[in-house]
């Protein structure tokens, strides 16, 4: 039976890339983005869902489970939200603030905590960036997620009672290093990915690499 996995946030960018990669590499695939989109393939499919509503995450794992019978082998959590704060860290609404910190964290730990749930072997891959380490007032809302899921997944890598599942939080960067925001490169990502989803035992849990 093929593996399968299951790409949450997959737009125009980086996520149709890693979902193409998989399928690829003979993984059955669903993506998932706000978006319809339509497959005719029977190892693909294309789900819709509103990640600022965590409860949208577990009804994705049923659909996924009804059409292949089985939970997926791999989660690529690829979605991301942010508020322009604009050097005044407190400008976000509580509203906004709420909604960001859904798709960037909550909705993320969601997946994950039913990814492994339904199947304990589970690869759980987070496209991060240098927000868990780097302070910048005018994306505050975006590094405060980041920053909260890089800890729970390194908490998870740590913790062995969660082996043999493995967590990975993926910060790209710039040939020479620094942040890489919006020009990341779909290509290196879906590389790194696919041998985490192949990797025989928990890796160092953040990845940084340049692209």
Known sequence: MSKIALILGCGKGIGTTIADSFHSAGYNVASVSRTPRTFTTQDRVHLIADFANPDSIEPLFDQVENRWGKAPDVVVYNAYANVLTRNDPLSASSKDFIAAFNINTTSPYSAAFIARERNNSVRYIYTGNALDNLIDP??????????????????????????????????QRKPDGSPCYTDLRGDAQAELYLKLAESKEQKEPNIVFRA
């Not at 590094?143 to 390194?154: E, L, N, P, R």
């Not at 998870?156 to 009672?161: H, L, M, N, P």
């Open 138 to 171: 005018n994306i505050t809302i975006l590094g405060v997620g980041k920053s909260a899921s890089a800890h729970w997944i390194q908490a998870a890598a740590k913790a062995e009672g969660l082996r043999p599942a493995q967590f990975y939080y993926c910060d």
